[in-house]
T-cell receptor, first 114, second 113 residues
């Protein structure tokens, strides 16, 4: 079945460092891909998404490109801030099945130090 | 997008009791889901809340333990029944508001003593 694999955390960076959080997927169809962020004590917020191959999603300085050839959707940010400290979840949508169910990765905790 | 609220935001309950969580959306939506997030874990789908019919439960979740109501297209409830400490989790509702994008509520943090 479909699956999402995320890099293990926690990831600890200094402020202004470059961030990459790896996400790879397996899917039989052509899923949409998402990154969500969960700040401490809060629910999940949609960070960005891409619906087809080579699409780039971007928001708040974060970006990720849907790479069908490598089945990847890595999250990047050029210069992280302390306020980016959160848990990041990669997900794919089982849209072709019509159920709109998501498959989530395990989440990657990011800690940014001042 | 959609604005989703949940009540209560948190609760501490005694073993053996039940808690009903409410989820309210600011617009009519077709697809609504309930998730559980155990401490430090990812999200696990409990069920799809269907308007006007019984919810569709995922493997490992049963209606007797997690009864769900969906009386209209903007509201749903999830009840956690006969609670035990293992039920201590964050419970989140989500909706599909555009194409295939899910939007999540702020969650209900449940602690069972």
């Amino acid at each position: 079945g479909d699956s999402v694999t995320q890099m293990e955390g926690p990831v600890t960076l200094s402020e202004e460092a470059f961030l990459t959080i790896n996400c790879t997927y397996t899917a039989t169809g052509y899923p949409s891909l998402f990154w969500y962020v969960q700040y401490p004590g809060e629910g999940l917020q949609l960070l960005l998404k891409a619906t087809k191959a080579d699409d780039k999603g971007s928001n708040k300085g974060f970006e990720a490109t849907y790479r069908k050839e490598t089945t990847s959707f890595h999250l990047e940010k050029g210069s992280v801030q302390v306020s980016d400290s959160a848990v990041y979840f990669c997900a794919l949508s089982d849209h072709p099945s019509g159920t709109y169910k998501y498959i989530f990765g395990t989440g990657t905790r990011l800690k940014v130090l001042a | 997008s959609a604005v989703i609220s949940q009540k209560p935001s948190r609760d501490i309950c005694q073993r053996g009791t039940s808690l009903t969580i409410q989820c309210q959306v600011d617009s009519q939506v077709t697809m609504m889901f309930w998730y559980r997030q155990q401490p430090g874990q990812s999200l696990t789908l409990i069920a799809t809340a269907n308007q006007g019919s019984e919810a569709t439960y995922e493997s490992g979740f049963v209606i007797d333990k997690f009864p769900i109501s969906r009386p209209n297209l903007t509201f749903s409830t999830l009840t956690v029944s006969n609670m035990s400490p293992e039920d201590s989790s964050i419970y989140l509702c989500s909706v599909v508001a555009e194409t295939d994008t899910q939007y999540f509520g702020p969650g209900t943090r449940l602690t069972v003593l």
